[in-house]
């Protein structure tokens, strides 16, 4: 049973300087579903004024990390979880200005792996976070995905925070 974790999801990501830098707050992480959204900063926009693809790829992970603490039934899985992104892509689809709001859920085959590593059954797990971002008026501006390798490491820092 999963439950609510965007306080445990705000603790651990919005202090992560490039997190900070780029604004970006956690409005929700709760069963294997994550928002976050970020006001375009303008240090981080490009020549035509469009959050620079470094914030956008910012935002993918932000709620790709979001949405794995949201599969957590309880704060203490998240313990000495350490986990790297292996690959990301990004789609660009529309100028990305203003507010944003990027959504992420945890598709059904990462909510297994993630569940055998939170569990303990395993020590590490590779997969694969799909996310989606929109601008004020909903419309979609970028799609991303990110590969992640999580490993389970006793003693070390949440998120190398």
Same mark, same amino acid.
């Given at each position: 049973?999963?439950?609510?974790?965007?306080?445990? #999801?705000?603790?651990? +990501? @919005?202090?992560?300087?490039?997190? &900070?830098?780029?604004?970006?707050?956690?409005? $929700?992480?709760? %069963?294997?579903?994550?928002?976050?959204?970020?006001?375009?900063?303008?240090?981080?926009?490009?020549?035509?004024?469009?959050?620079?693809?470094?914030?956008?790829?910012?935002?993918?992970?932000?709620?790709?990390?979001?949405?794995?603490?949201?599969?957590?039934?309880?704060?203490?899985?998240?313990?000495?979880?350490?986990?790297?992104? #292996?690959?990301?892509? +990004? @789609?660009?689809?529309?100028?990305? &200005?203003?507010?944003?709001?990027?959504?992420? $859920?945890?598709? %059904?085959?990462?909510?297994?792996?993630?569940?055998?590593?939170?569990?303990?059954?395993?020590?590490?797990?590779?997969?694969?976070?799909?996310?989606?971002?929109?601008?004020?008026?909903?419309?979609?501006?970028?799609?991303?995905?990110?590969?992640?390798?999580?490993?389970?490491?006793?003693?070390?820092?949440?998120?190398?925070?």
């Amino acid at each position: 049973m999963a439950m609510d974790m965007t306080a445990l #999801a705000r603790t651990l +990501l @919005e202090p992560i300087p490039a997190h &900070r830098t780029a604004g970006i707050e956690v409005f $929700r992480a709760a %069963d294997g579903t994550a928002e976050v959204a970020l006001e375009t900063p303008k240090e981080l926009t490009n020549v035509i004024g469009s959050l620079h693809s470094s914030g956008l790829i910012a935002l993918i992970d932000a709620v790709g990390l979001a949405a794995i603490i949201a599969t957590s039934e309880r704060s203490e899985e998240m313990e000495d979880l350490v986990p790297q992104g #292996a690959a990301a892509s +990004l @789609e660009f689809l529309a100028p990305a &200005r203003g507010r944003l709001l990027a959504t992420c $859920r945890v598709g %059904d085959e990462a909510h297994h792996t993630l569940r055998r590593l939170l569990s303990g059954e395993t020590d590490r797990a590779r997969l694969i976070t799909r996310a989606g971002v929109t601008d004020t008026e909903g419309t979609p501006v970028c799609r991303g995905s990110f590969d992640w390798s999580i490993r389970r490491m006793p003693g070390s820092a949440p998120y190398g925070v």
